[in-house]
């Protein structure tokens, strides 16, 4: 145990010579200060990259028709896929893994040509046809009125909710737009709702300037038929969307009648093996922000143990008085290990004291700046201090152990000796 007399040998043998001990102690300082940050640092990579997903339903996929490039059962190379209605009924029925099935049908574009208008302003929108499930994959906030329903897709109506970017261009502040009128391409929609795309995804002003059509009213208003533009679709949480893609553009070449082997023409992103691509590489930089850390503490750990043999050799004669009045091998050694333990800890949990203090200032500069691109929310969890406070246990045993067992191997009497 460390008693007054104990602590005050340990206090007076590091401050000995004060400015060496203070450079072995700043070797275990900045190791532990710089794992800390640079966990910090990923952390708010991580976060940063993940907000820009959102609340988007990243087990998904989208797929669209493109050109074929191989010939099949009497159909020419490079033909056009086109999906249609009963596509989406045939996946939901052969796989119930899967949670959404979205149709979707679009018209025009954002900075496209003019197709929307009201009164005398006009303006260039994407306009898409969509289901109700849309939202649950791709969230938005919906600032007034409500989304597209089921009872707007059976009877057809004709009603659309518009992003906030749709009511700037359209509408003078403060007008209510909820049950105003707009065209599009000539044909009048009454609006139904309005929204506000999330400002922490890369696509928001395109989505901003985005109106939301009941996709069969899409379909009839603008002649597409049964025609399906592109898919959203989401699986179960329990089931990887991943796993399941070969099987989703196995029953879509099927059901368009493509070449097997036709890897062209049905076009897909798949968010969830996107995503997944970027949690791996921020599992190896936190690996690596581990492995940094971890070298630079050892360089710390080897000038506490050069500094431990140097008091060791400098205290031969007190190690000698105290062994021949009857100190242990196992006393003398514990006093090493006890003055190696309060270097480490001491100088360590300064580390992580220093860490926390930049982690603060970081996140202070953060909220009075606002929002970066790809950064947010650095920050170390409780679990990786308690691993650091273990790592600095073990790390000060080690370094103390070889010191002490070299001072428990001189003889008393050569100890005495020594001048």
């Known amino acids: 145990m460390l008693n007054k007399d104990r602590w005050n040998e340990i206090l007076e043998a590091?401050?000995?010579?004060?400015?060496?001990?203070?450079?072995?102690?700043?070797?275990?300082?900045w190791g532990i200060f710089i794992l800390v940050v640079l966990l910090a640092l990923t952390t708010g990579l991580r976060n940063g990259v993940s907000k820009d997903f959102g609340d988007f339903a990243t087990n998904s996929i989208f797929m669209w028709g493109q050109g074929t490039s191989k010939p099949y059962k009497g159909l020419p190379k490079g033909r056009r896929v086109q999906f249609k209605m009963q596509d989406v009924a045939v996946l939901k029925e052969k796989l119930p893994q899967l949670k959404y099935v979205s149709p979707r049908g679009q018209l025009g574009g954002y900075n496209g040509a003019n197709n929307v208008t009201r009164n005398e302003k006009t303006g260039a929108f994407t306009v898409s046809g969509d289901y109700p499930e849309f939202i649950k994959q791709q969230p938005m906030?919906?600032?007034?009125?409500r989304f597209i329903s089921y009872s707007d897709i059976n009877e057809k109506r004709k009603g659309v909710v518009i992003g906030d970017g749709v009511v700037t261009s359209l509408f003078n502040i403060g007008e209510n737009p909820i049950g105003e009128y707009i065209k599009i391409n000539g044909v009048n929609f009454m609006i139904i709702g309005t929204f506000n795309a999330p400002s922490n995804n890369g696509d928001s002003e395109e989505l901003a300037n985005t109106i939301y059509v009941p996709f069969t009213t899409f379909n009839q208003v603008f002649n597409r038929g049964d025609e399906v533009?592109?898919?959203?679709?989401?699986?179960?949480?329990?089931?990887?969307?991943?796993?399941?893609?070969?099987?989703?553009?196995?029953?879509?070449r099927e059901q368009r009648t493509i070449h097997p082997e036709d890897d062209r023409a049905i076009g897909n992103f798949d968010r969830a093996e996107a995503f997944g691509r970027i949690t791996g590489l921020f599992d190896i930089l936190k690996f690596v922000g581990f492995f940094v850390g971890g070298l630079i503490l050892a360089s710390g750990m080897i000038g506490v143990i050069n500094?431990?043999?140097?008091?060791?050799?400098?205290?031969?004669?007190?190690?000698?008085?105290?062994?021949?009045?009857?100190a242990t091998p196992w006393q003398v050694r514990w006093q090493i290990i006890q003055e190696s333990l309060i270097i480490t800890l001491m100088s360590g949990m300064a580390g992580v004291a220093g860490g926390a203090g930049l982690?603060?200032?970081?996140n202070y500069a953060l909220e009075q700046s606002g929002p970066v691109d790809n950064f947010a929310n650095p920050s170390v969890n409780i679990a990786v201090i308690i691993t650091a406070l273990i790592i600095l246990i073990i790390s000060g045993i080690l370094a103390g152990?070889?010191?002490a067992v070299r001072a428990t191997k001189i003889k008393p009497v050569d100890a005495l000796r020594t001048d």
Do not use: Q
């Not at 500094?307 to 009857?326: D, F, P, Q």
């Open 14 to 29: 590091l401050s000995a010579n004060p400015f060496r001990t203070l450079l072995t102690a700043f070797g275990v300082f």
């Open 229 to 252: 533009g592109w898919m959203a679709i989401t699986a179960f949480d329990e089931y990887s969307i991943t796993s399941l893609k070969p099987r989703i553009l196995e029953i879509m």
């Open 141 to 145: 906030d919906i600032t007034k009125g």
């Open 401 to 403: 152990l070889f010191p």
């Open 307 to 326: 500094i431990l043999l140097i008091s060791v050799k400098e205290r031969t004669n007190e190690i000698g008085v105290r062994r021949a009045l009857g």
């Open 359 to 362: 982690i603060w200032i970081m």
